[in-house]
T-cell receptor
Framework: DGGITQSPKYLFRKEGQNVTLSCEQNLNHDAMYWYRQDPGQGLRLIYYSQIVNDFQKGDIAEGYSVSREKKESFPLTVTSAQKNPTAFYLC??????????????FGDGTRLSIL | GQNIDQPTEMTATEGAIVQINCTYQTSGFNGLFWYQQHAGEAPTFLSYNVLDGLEEKGRFSSFLSRSKGYSYLLLKELQMKDSASYLCAASRGPSGTYKYIFGTGTRLKVLA
């Protein structure tokens, strides 16, 4: 079955440490996205990518970095510059045809906490 | 500015009908999506509207009025498993930018 796999499910970060969240999809989708979800807030876009080796900043990109070396993979690094990283991180993917009207498929999320 | 508003919480009874409203303000609006999210899980796609009117999918229907910046999700014959958050999301920007703005979600409790 096709889908999106995020790992790990839970992650703990120490002060000054960079951590990387994995996201892999086998849906053959061109577009991939990273969102952050905080209690009482909607999903906020961190980064998105429409094609291999290209990505765009979302609304809250500061303190995060991404890469898109393969179509299937879009890892997110939470750097030490992100001072409030505790959140639920969701990866999504979608097709690109028919303009902006393609539903997004989400992974199960990674819950990141500070030690 | 860009904004999506939906009620924070709603309660309904098993077997009833509930309507969850969503109002949006965003430049370059393309379409409106509804997702269901159970606590601690991934959102799953329910429906989307591009044109004005009603889209029906089994027990779920979604309505859009582009001129009013308004949408609703209608859930019929409520079941206990429908207790979840319902997220309203607008796709925005010129075709090809693929950006979506999400509301905070409406937490629906279905009571026996």
């Amino acid at each position: 079955d096709g889908g999106i796999t995020q790992s790990p499910k839970y992650l703990f970060r120490k002060e000054g440490q960079n951590v990387t969240l994995s996201c892999e999809q086998n849906l053959n989708h061109d577009a991939m996205y990273w969102y952050r979800q905080d209690p009482g807030q909607g999903l906020r876009l961190i980064y998105y990518s429409q094609i291999v080796n290209d990505f765009q900043k979302g609304d809250i990109a500061e303190g995060y970095s991404v890469s898109r070396e393969k179509k299937e993979s879009f890892p997110l690094t939470v750097t030490s510059a992100q001072k409030n990283p505790t959140a639920f991180y969701l990866c999504a993917s979608s097709r690109l045809d028919r303009g902006n009207n393609q539903p997004q498929h989400f992974g199960d999320g990674t819950r990141l906490s500070i030690l | 500015g860009q904004n999506i508003d939906q009620p924070t919480e709603m309660t309904a009874t098993e077997g009833a009908i509930v309507q969850i409203n969503c109002t949006y303000q965003t430049s370059g609006f393309n379409g409106l999506f509804w997702y269901q999210q159970h606590a601690g899980e991934a959102p799953t796609f329910l429906s989307y509207n591009v044109l004005d009117g009603l889209e029906e999918k089994g027990r779920f229907s979604s309505f859009l009025s582009r001129s009013k910046g308004y949408s609703y999700l209608l859930l019929k014959e409520l079941q206990m498993k429908d207790s979840a958050s319902y997220l309203c999301a607008a796709s925005r920007g010129p075709s090809g930018t693929y950006k979506y703005i999400f509301g905070t979600g409406t937490r629906l409790k279905v009571l026996a």
